[in-house]
């Protein structure tokens, strides 16, 4: 237990008296309640919360937390939704993460293995002086004795762990142990979804798209958008199979699959209209590639005048970004026929506006025949 408090500690600054209630930091309970029971948590929110509140008032003491109410798989649940939440979110709040690292440490106190892998892992990776030598020896000591236990969790944050060293060998042989214990579940959607990217960086598209496969059947669309756009680029050869994996990616924002939707619309399905709806989200989003693909809608549909206009917002992001993108070189016949036919009619404008004048200065009679002339039956 003291080795586990020892490993656990965190560095702590001092916390203001005027820390806020855990009530007014927390997220909604209805969003609350909807993740525990995604995460199939055996209890509910009213049942969590006086123990959570307990270990955030006491985060900044020596008081030890009541949390004989839960084990330490359900305070390692509770973390998992303030994690998801905070990723949802795209917004970080220091003391809800400073409950969570407490969670995972009253987990770890409770006996909870996988709470003591994360915290091992954590101190092995740390870089910043937070652990000491003997607390990254001491992980070490757990981290074989949780692999000898042939603990799941453990295997799959070991190949994480040497997959960020960018040994990749050895974490595809740790992924594949973790695999071998666990191979039906979200982490193991995570799991097969970096072995696809291996295999993808590879050109072993068969396997990579094996492993996509089965990283999209084990975890909700929002988790594996990369997965499918992965699976779009590899079924470019049937545009159908493509445009439904590039459209699941982008139905969760994922950037990439926009350009390759609007160009598939484009170029395979010529479904224009299409096109430049995703073009246009693209455009909206900063990426470049979807202003050119917005250019190129415009000179297929013959509309210069939008088509001048995306040239020069085009021409004037990719200078603003530095991004040695020379639209006039890309797109070169497209520029040519786009100043010759800007050219054509600032020239039929001039030669209307010049007959226009000629007509405002004729005598009235002669406007009068030329109404007359206008009516005859040979006017087409």
Request: glycine residues 4%.
């Amino acid at each position: 237990m003291i080795l586990l408090r020892t490993l656990a500690t965190l560095s702590k600054t001092s916390v203001k008296k005027s820390k806020p209630l855990l009530t007014d930091i927390l997220p909604r309970k209805k969003v609350i309640s909807k993740l525990l029971f995604d995460f199939n948590a055996r209890y509910n929110y009213h049942h969590y919360l006086p123990v959570v509140m307990d270990i955030y008032d006491k985060m900044e003491s020596d008081k030890e937390p009541v949390t004989n109410k839960l084990k330490g798989s359900d305070l390692i649940i509770f973390q998992r939704v303030l994690k998801e939440i905070r990723i949802q979110t795209h917004s970080s709040n220091k003391y809800l993460k400073e409950l969570e690292d407490s969670l995972i440490e009253e987990a770890a106190t409770l006996g909870n293995r996988d709470a003591l892998t994360i915290i091992c892992f954590k101190s092995l990776d740390d870089t910043t002086g937070e652990y000491t030598k003997d607390d990254k020896e001491q992980a070490k000591i757990f981290i074989n004795k949780l692999s000898k236990l042939k603990h799941p969790l453990v295997f799959k944050m070991a190949g994480d762990h040497y997959y960020r060293k960018s040994d990749i060998k050895k974490a595809v042989k740790l992924y594949g142990k973790f695999l071998k214990l666990d191979n039906n579940s979200f982490l193991a959607s995570e799991v097969y979804k970096t072995l696809g990217m291996l295999s993808f960086q590879e050109q072993k598209l068969m396997q990579a798209k094996v492993f996509m496969e089965k990283a999209i059947n084990l975890a909700p669309s929002n988790k594996v958008s990369q997965a499918h756009f992965i699976l779009g680029l590899i079924n470019e050869i049937d545009p159908l199979k493509a445009r439904y994996h590039f459209e699941m990616a982008a139905s969760e924002g994922f950037l990439e699959s926009f350009v390759n939707l609007g160009f598939l619309e484009l170029n395979y399905f010529r479904n224009i209209y299409k096109s430049k709806l995703w073009f246009k989200l693209g455009a909206e989003l900063g990426d470049y590639n979807c202003m050119i693909g917005l250019f190129d809608c415009y000179m297929k549909e013959e509309n210069w005048k939008n088509a001048k206009i995306t040239y020069d917002k085009t021409v004037h992001y990719l200078r603003d970004i530095k991004s040695g993108i020379n639209l006039d070189h890309l797109r070169s016949s497209s520029v040519e026929k786009l100043n010759r036919m800007l050219g054509e009619l600032e020239h039929s404008a001039s030669n209307i506006s010049s007959i226009k004048k000629q007509d405002s200065e004729k005598p009235i009679v002669e406007k009068e025949i030329t109404g007359a002339m206008a009516k005859s039956k040979w006017d087409i």
